[in-house]
Antibody, heavy 119, light 110 residues
């Protein structure tokens, strides 16, 4: 069974940093591109970042470029999102998801990790 | 403001057919596959339609979708109360080199 489990969310002050993790199981992790997608309170889904299977392609939404860094460790079946210079507008539920190819459809999603940026 | 435009809301009565539109541009909908996601209240998004009109295993055939040019649409027939959810279209955008989502459509079953 495919499972994606996010962790690392929490409360952080504006300007602070946080690192999200996504543990994958039940499939060949290194066959898939991976993504972070978020949903802020009262808003819709927003794609945040995507990474190809071998980390050769890194892609970011303009809203997080220069502040967030996506990475993966295929040996550990894990995806990461390092979030720096956090802003209140980054408050959201962050989901990890997989796709065949970074431009492909996301067929499995985790349950999300909540990030709250507030003083 | 999303690059893909969806109506913020849609509604119908049980048994009806409803459609949700998604309008984009040549760099996203016009040049790439469109995918649709359903997000039920309090749950993670779920893939509903991929590659414009393909249903994943387990998705009811009451859900169908199409694409023409820079627009796409999702149709739900035989509306049921359990279809109340937020629906999103999405596509890869060649100009942004990233995925883009529509703003989402909240479907209410009256």
């Amino acid at each position: 069974e495919v499972q994606l489990v996010e962790s690392g969310g929490g409360l952080v002050q504006p300007g602070g940093s946080l690192r999200l993790s996504c543990a994958a199981s039940g499939f060949s992790f290194d066959d898939y591109a991976m993504h972070w997608v978020r949903r802020a309170p009262g808003k819709g889904l927003e794609w945040v970042s995507g990474i190809s299977w071998n980390s050769g392609g890194l892609h970011y939404a303009d809203s997080v470029k220069g502040r967030f860094t996506i990475s993966r460790d295929n040996a550990k079946n894990s995806l990461y999102l390092q979030m720096n210079s956090l802003r209140p507008e980054d408050t959201a539920l962050y989901y990890c998801a997989r796709s065949l190819g970074v431009a492909g459809h996301m067929d499995y999603w985790g349950q999300g990790a909540l990030v709250t940026v507030s003083s | 403001q999303s690059l893909l435009t969806q109506p913020p809301s849609a509604s119908g009565t049980p048994g009806q057919r409803v459609t949700i539109s998604c309008s984009g541009s040549r760099s996203n909908v016009g040049g790439n596959y469109v995918n649709w996601y359903q997000q039920l209240p309090g749950t993670a998004p779920k893939l509903l339609i991929y590659r414009n009109n393909q249903r994943p295993s387990g998705v009811s055939d009451r859900f169908s979708a199409s694409k023409s040019g820079t627009s796409a649409s999702l149709a739900i027939s035989g509306l049921r109360s359990e279809d109340e959810a937020d629906y999103y279209c999405a596509a890869w955008d060649d100009s942004l080199s990233g995925q883009v989502f529509g703003g989402g459509t909240k479907l209410t079953v009256l």
